[in-house]
């Protein structure tokens, strides 16, 4: 599928809702408060591409390929990026909701989630070396045979990650939270 070049084009306070983002391949576009909540952009190339103060919530990201996309202060509430196009996938996600989300089986090396919120997201099985959870909450996200060596946890909070069922080969936590580590083992850290 041949598909349209937008090159360096800045969309503001645009609604994708009812008249939805033309199918295309979009590169170092800026995209600033713009709404694409419940919509679908399935198919379509984000390369090198920023989003900030945009709402995601519920889109269709079937086949999507986001390389080198930024999301800064958005709101991304129940996307399952494990639709997405994996081939060259690189995200940033600052100041971001994410929760209810899932990168189910996805390989997200490298990404970095700065002050976001994760609860109740699906890493299930996901290849996740060395992510960077800085200032992030995970309350009630799921991690389960995910490979996070050199992932670094040091300022995240509200984590519950099993050892015995992920690979944490160098991963990085600190004295505040290594009892997310343990609460699969019922122990009492006082």
């Known amino acids: 599928m041949n ?5 360096q084009q800045s969309f503001k306070n645009e609604y994708f809702t009812s008249l939805l983002l033309p199918k295309a391949e979009y590169t170092d576009c800026t995209f600033t408060h713009c709404t694409f909540e419940n919509s679908d952009i399935s198919n379509i190339n984000f390369i090198e591409c920023n989003f900030i103060d945009c709402n995601f919530s519920n889109v269709n990201v079937v086949h999507t390929s986001f390389n080198d996309v930024s999301f800064t202060d958005c709101k991304l509430l129940g996307v399952l990026f494990q639709y997405c196009n994996p081939f060259l996938l ?9 929760n209810f989300s899932s990168f189910y089986q996805l ?4 990404t970095q989630f700065l002050n976001c919120k994760l609860q109740q997201v699906d890493f299930t099985e996901a ?17 389960e045979r995910t490979n996070m060596q050199h ?11 099993n050892p015995s069922t992920n690979q944490l080969k160098n991963a990085t936590f600190s004295t505040e939270n290594i009892s997310g580590l ?3 083992f019922k122990i009492k850290i006082k």
């Open 3 to 7: 598909l349209q070049l937008i090159d």
């Open 90 to 98: 690189s995200f940033k996600f600052v100041n971001c909701i994410l």
């Open 107 to 110: 390989k997200i090396n490298h």
């Open 127 to 143: 290849e996740a070396k060395h992510v960077l959870f800085k200032d992030c909450d995970l309350n009630g996200s799921t991690f």
């Open 151 to 161: 992932a670094d946890f040091t300022s995240a909070i509200h984590l519950n990650i």
């Open 182 to 184: 343990l609460k699969c």
